[in-house]
């Protein structure tokens, strides 16, 4: 069926396209071209020249989305143009904001729209759909007058009638196959079935009904080309002026990736090189942009505002009798860092700092804040360009740019020098600014440089027992004035890579932990759990007894370091919800909502041990009810507390005497059963013997069994009305008890 399928799509697309060819053979010559008149004064007023209006600014978010500001001086009346993308659209539709600053306004916004598909095949007679069969389409020309060719005979004309399917046997056994059969009435009035095949073709004799099926393939075809929508502004005004046109559209998500290098010989720092991967995508070039990126995510959708939308109307069918109604890795807690340079700057005067290089190094960023700091920056690609041009590295060396002959990555590439680059928080966001314009071409991708600056970092192995394997991580700490956006990096130790990992955002002054290895060297356990657990508190009241525990409890950790090297253990162990503390003179490297860590330094192929000793409170409570017998539970408290034997004696007998009345019930409800089951028995003996003399020995038995059944029915009655007697008197005592006892009281 999959063939026969494909065959006729195959066959209703060749149709098509004869039709076209016809159509394009009987169009008559196109007329000799007329002169346009001379344009009226009322005409030259208007405004004629379309002046392309460029990208200015680009301002990208971590959402998808992007704003975007076009910006040129504009002259008189004039009209202005933007070219998009069919996708962005609908975000330029829900956002466009034009200002017009030399007193002029824009009178209209015009753009090439169209119509779905759907709705423009409904002008054309033909009632096909936008994905025809060929059965669907010679549905369509039924009735028409139409030529077939390479039918058994020679040519056929007539008017087609109708097309119909015929299962039909396929060669041996039960397989069928289904053919088709065109019916005709010819001129002469004689009906001809004509099977359907691909070598037979139908020319339609009716030039009218060519050109719709023309203009069928024609909506087709333009309808699946995504061309650039054009968007023109009819700016009305006088002089020359500044025009700005500003929106937001829909655009790849930024992303952000770093480096961190570490010295050949360790102080304690390490280089960090931030970069940002920007994608062009849309329909324009960003020439000279000022370019600006943003971690954060403001709310955005989209709604299709540049398709026409048609709404359904309600059919109402014409009123004949009467008229119808139309029906309707966790970062650290506040542990104040000082960060030399971190945190927000007092305002200081602005410092250019430019540097002596060729006219190719001109792509320059810095970040704007409070510190008001401009510099240029190199990127990669700068540095690519000055070396092919210079066919040597004699223009990185000028530059002061890190070369390493020998191919290791020693550093970093001096990008651009510390405190360069600063970020501006605004709302739930912090933003790099670029001032200097940067160059982007439409379906392109471009790395720029967000940050540079050595920051302190060493290196430590992290073990936890939720992921026992040691790993290897750099302790950052961020003393930039740059929040570090969330993202990918990369570790370099002595020249060579060391692995890799991702970083959640940090901000200046915040210290985090970055993994990005195995540790192969470092083999950590628990080698000693302990728990005591002491009450300290009883409360009794309305029915609750609450508990307060003090614990103490102990756990050991051994590590063991099978390196040349000391290795600086960061153990992390679990913290306590509630108000506990730790013993002693212990102290945490650092703390986290959910873990403390501790530093724990293990020389070379040795094994060292840290104890964590800590105390806290733990409460229960328990509601105590006639429903669930506690006597246990209030027997084994009293020997912890045996003040409480007094206030809680009555309500321990109180549960015994529940106790004995639910076993003497169930008893009770067993003779029930028994005596029932014996009377039911005497009573089918007796109806099998009825009329015979033993019958009267089991006339005896009946009445015992009855006179035992009604007795127990008796007894149970009045056991369950002790109970309940029992079950309200406990209830009273329970709540009369009030009792709170303390350790230290005592």
């Known amino acids: 069926m999959i063939e026969e399928a494909f065959v006729r799509r195959i066959f209703a697309i060749v149709s098509l396209a004869a039709f076209t060819v016809t159509l394009a ?3 008559p010559a196109p007329s000799p071209a007329k002169e346009k008149p001379a344009p009226t004064s009322a005409a030259a007023s208007n405004p004629a020249v379309v002046k392309n209006l460029p990208v200015r600014k680009v301002v990208l978010y971590k959402n998808g989305v992007g704003y975007f500001e076009h910006a040129g001086s504009v002259t008189g009346n004039q009209r202005v143009a933007i070219d998009f993308t069919s996708p962005q659209l609908n975000d330029v539709l829900q956002s466009l904001t034009v200002l017009d600053e030399g007193g002029g306004h824009v009178s209209g916004v015009n753009y090439n729209s169209t119509t779905p598909l759907s709705e423009q095949l409904k002008s054309l007679s033909l009632g ?28 056929i004309t007539g008017r087609l009638l109708s097309i119909e399917t015929r299962t039909e046997k396929a060669g041996e056994g039960d397989s069928t196959i289904d053919k088709y059969y065109l019916s005709l009435i010819s001129i002469s009035g004689a009906a001809r079935v004509i099977e359907l095949t691909p070598a037979l073709s139908v020319r339609p004799l009716d030039a009218n009904l060519q050109g719709q099926l023309d203009r069928y393939l024609e909506l087709l075809s333009t309808t699946h080309a995504n061309g650039l929508r054009h968007l023109t502004l009819d700016a009305i005004g006088v002089g020359q002026r500044e025009l700005r046109v500003s929106y937001i559209s829909e655009v790849p998500v930024w992303k952000s990736t770093y480096r961190i290098v570490f010295p050949r010989t360790p102080n304690g720092t390490a280089t960090m090189q931030g970069w940002a991967v920007v994608d062009n995508t849309v329909g324009a070039d960003w020439e000279n942009v000022q370019l600006s990126l943003v971690a954060g995510a403001p709310q955005s959708f989209i709604q299709p505002l540049s398709q026409p939308i048609y709404t359904r109307r309600q059919e109402i069918p014409i009123a004949t009798e009467e008229q119808l109604t139309p ?7 506040e542990e104040k860092i000082e960060a030399g340079g971190g ?21 320059a960023l810095t970040v704007q804040s409070d510190s008001n700091v401009v510099s240029t920056l190199v990127s990669s690609a700068d540095i690519s360009n000055i070396a092919t041009k210079n066919r040597n590295f ?3 060396a000028a530059l002061g740019l890190g070369v390493s002959s020998g191919g290791n990555v020693d550093r970093a590439s001096d990008a651009y020098k510390e405190g360069d680059v600063t970020t501006n928080a605004f709302d739930d966001f912090f933003e790099y600014a670029l001032t200097a314009p940067v160059t982007i071409h439409k379906n392109e991708s471009a790395m720029v440089p967000i940050l540079q600056q050595d920051l302190p970092a ?6 936890s027992e939720r992921e026992p394997t040691p790993l290897r991580a750099v302790w950052l700490e961020n003393k930039s ?11 370099f130790e002595s020249g060579e890579f060391a692995g890799e990992g991702l970083l959640d955002p940090i901000h200046p002054g915040e210290r985090r932990l970055l993994s990005y290895a195995a540790d192969q060297a470092v083999r950590v356990k628990v080698t000693a759990n302990e728990n005591q657990r002491t009450l300290h508190h009883v409360q009794i009241g309305h029915g609750y007894v609450i508990e307060t525990y003090m614990n103490v409890a102990s756990k050991t950790y051994s590590a063991t370091n099978s390196s040349d090297g000391t290795r600086d253990v960061l153990i992390e162990h679990p913290r306590h919800l509630n108000d506990w503390e730790l013993d002693g003179d212990l102290k945490a490297a650092e703390s986290t909502p959910s873990v403390y860590r501790f530093r724990l330094p293990v020389p070379a192929h040795s094994t060292e041990k840290l104890e964590v000793r800590e105390h806290g409170p733990e409460q229960s409570q328990i509601y105590l009810n006639a429903n669930t017998n506690y006597s246990a539970y209030l027997l084994a408290l009293c020997k912890q507390v045996p003040d409480a034997l007094d206030k809680l004696k009555p309500v321990i007998d109180a549960y015994a005497m529940l106790t004995d009345l639910d076993v003497r ?6 003779k029930e059963k028994t005596a029932d089951d014996d009377e039911a028995r005497d009573r089918e003996n007796l109806t099998a013997l009825k009329g015979n003399d033993a019958a009267k020995r089991f006339v005896d038995e009946l009445n015992q069994a009855e006179d035992t059944l009604q007795a127990a029915r008796k007894l149970t009655a009045d056991l369950e009305q002790q109970k309940k007697a029992a079950v309200e008197k406990m209830n009273e005592l329970i709540a009369q008890i009030s009792f709170d006892w303390d350790v230290k009281a005592k």
């Not at 025809?132 to 039918?151: D, I, K, M, N």
């Not at 060493?458 to 073990?463: G, N, P, Q, S």
């Not at 004035?481 to 570790?491: E, N, R």
Request: charged share 20%.
């Open 25 to 27: 053979a009987q169009s």
């Open 327 to 333: 029906q309707t890795h966790e970062a650290a807690e």
């Open 128 to 155: 096909m759909s936008d994905d025809p069969t060929s059965t669907e389409l010679f549905q369509a020309l039924r009735g028409q007058r139409v030529e077939v060719l390479g039918a058994p005979g020679g040519p």
């Open 343 to 363: 945190g927000r700057a007092a305002k200081k005067g602005i410092q250019i700092n430019r540097l002596n290089a060729p006219a190719v190094v001109a792509d």
């Open 665 to 670: 019930i169930r008893e009770s409800k067993q």
């Open 394 to 396: 004699s223009a990185l």
């Open 481 to 491: 004035k740059l929040t570090l956006d969330s993202g990918s990096f990369s570790i």
């Open 458 to 463: 060493e290196h430590v192995t992290l073990w």
